[in-house]
């Protein structure tokens, strides 16, 4: 009598968070994603000349509304999820796959029709690249006392994206926003805080990538790039990209205007301004609440910048470590000498960049603890660092 199969829905609900973030480099503590669940792999076409023309808020915009847009599908699941600044990764049980199809089809439409952005979106199932050797791992990272967040391991991630970029139709779909239906729910993307400023010279955008065939050699280098951070910036805080008193809400048309773009889309003009006049006057509520440290009933105003500073991706791991940290120039150039050092070892690859504020985007479920915020550099960030990152690649790929 064959096994019953298993019920794997709510394998990444029911996993075990490893306590700290010092613990998601470790590809040992992650486990392999079921082979019945699905990977998918969401990208911006040409986004690096839409942010070396300036729109790079617009890229993050959509990168999130992806995200905003897959949770949404149904609120009692729990997925996991990478934001990478330009798209996102994300991995779904089976049963949630015709939905999937139709908010991604409604996020194209949306990037197109509000931001005149092309989202590229692709669909694996796990086991096709899990049976052609490729690990699809997946931890969970304890944020803070409400918020947690995914850590990736496994170069079937990369497959995945790789696939989608070359527009291969190797057992991937590629999800086409002419197709029927095309819906997205974009509940609780929120974007209504100022860029914040630099506090030491600048916001850099960090992306490092340890090399080695041996899981225990990367977790030495994660290792050793975490002790020399400490050594350069200090302890944590000091160069945490983000600080409370520096949070402000935005009151400008322009500065909101990315959230009204994503949440209004399919609505008559009427609704988009009444919508728009609802957020200024709540961040102006907002602003009173903050400075006068007075809580409501939905909202505890006396801690919610704390509790925003705590929940915040300014660090991930997917097989490449990121982050966005704040620092000096001088910092940078003895934190790059040590990388270049470790690159010209063949232990890493790494992208640097900097910017002068953080860019802050927002899924907000609940004011009271469970609300997500998304860190990248104003000028480019995640994507430009990106780059150099692949020409070390490419340019160890030539030497092999």
Known sequence: MPAPLLDTRNFYRDLAPLPEFADAPDSRQHVSLPADWWVLVADIAGSTAAIESGHYKNVNSVGVACIAAALNIDRERDIPFIFGGDGATFAFPADLLERVRCAMRGVQRMASQSFGLELRAGL???????????????????????????????RGWDEAERRLKAREQQNIELIDEKNEPAEADFSGFECRWQAVPNFNGHKLALLIAAISHDPEENLATYRQVTQQLQHIYGELPDYHPLRAAALHLALSPAEL????????????????????????????????????????????????????????????????????????????????????????????????????????????????????????????????????????????????
């Open 124 to 154: 694996i199932r796990a086991d096709t690249l899990l049976q052609g050797g490729l690990r699809l791992q997946v931890a969970k990272i304890q944020l803070s006392a409400h918020v947690t967040q995914a850590a990736f391991s496994g």
């Open 257 to 400: 205007q990315n959230e009204w773009r994503v949440r209004n889309q399919q609505r008559p003009w009427s609704q988009r301004l009444a919508y728009l006049a609802r957020m200024i006057f709540q961040n102006l509520a907002g602003r009173y609440l903050f400075k006068h440290q007075q809580d409501t009933a939905s909202v505890r105003w006396s801690h919610y910048r704390d509790e925003l500073v705590e929940n915040t991706d300014f660090r991930k791991f997917d097989g490449v470590l990121r982050m966005v940290i704040d620092g000096s120039d001088a910092q940078a150039a003895a934190l790059s000498e040590f990388l270049a050092q470790q690159q010209s070892a063949g232990k890493l690859v790494y992208g640097m960049h900097k910017s002068p504020a953080a860019l802050l985007t927002c899924l907000v479920q609940s004011y009271n603890g469970k609300h997500l915020h998304f860190v990248d550099g104003s000028a480019g960030g995640y994507a430009l660092a990106a780059r150099q990152l692949k020409r070390q690649l490419a340019e160890r790929k030539a030497q092999a």
